[in-house]
């Protein structure tokens, strides 16, 4: 880690958010840290033609929290997250409230970035402000094939970042 105030924390299922999470990283010289599930998905749990697929249940089940593998060891140092999920089922995944839900957010400004085929971010920081005491901007849906210039542009439209 290096001694950036900016840290662009992500999950990704099937790694089109861990490739805008690494590029914004670079973009804005911010640490980067992948949210990775103790037990990992598999094929059948992302399965969201099914609804007892792992990842169903847990979008209906407001109080999951799939557990986190790893921890940011030194959150205390940054002022901005930046924090990157697929939408699931017009939401953030559950374990991006494990993951906001286990830091001391107080006085941090949150700007959720989102991947998706077709749904937009819609209100999953309005979702997400229930676990987190830091500000959480409206954040954005960024297509998986966003140029590294329309990353800066939007990266730098944050104004809670700098």
Known sequence: MTTSNTLVAYFSATGTTK????TLA???????FEIVPKKLYTKEDLDWH??????SVECNDTTARPEIATRVPNMDNY?????GF???WYAAPRIIETFLESYNMENKFIIPFCTS??????????LLEHCSKGKIVTGARLPAD????????????????K
């Open 79 to 83: 002022q901005n997250i930046f924090i």
């Open 50 to 55: 099914n609804l007892n697929s792992r990842s």
């Open 146 to 161: 966003i140029s590294k210039g329309k990353l800066v542009q939007w990266a730098n439209m944050q104004k809670f970042y």
């Open 26 to 32: 670079l973009v804005a010289q911010a640490d980067l």
């Open 86 to 88: 697929p939408i699931w």
């Open 117 to 126: 085929g077709s749904s937009d971010i819609g209100d999953s920081a309005k």
């Open 19 to 22: 490739k805008i999470a690494e």
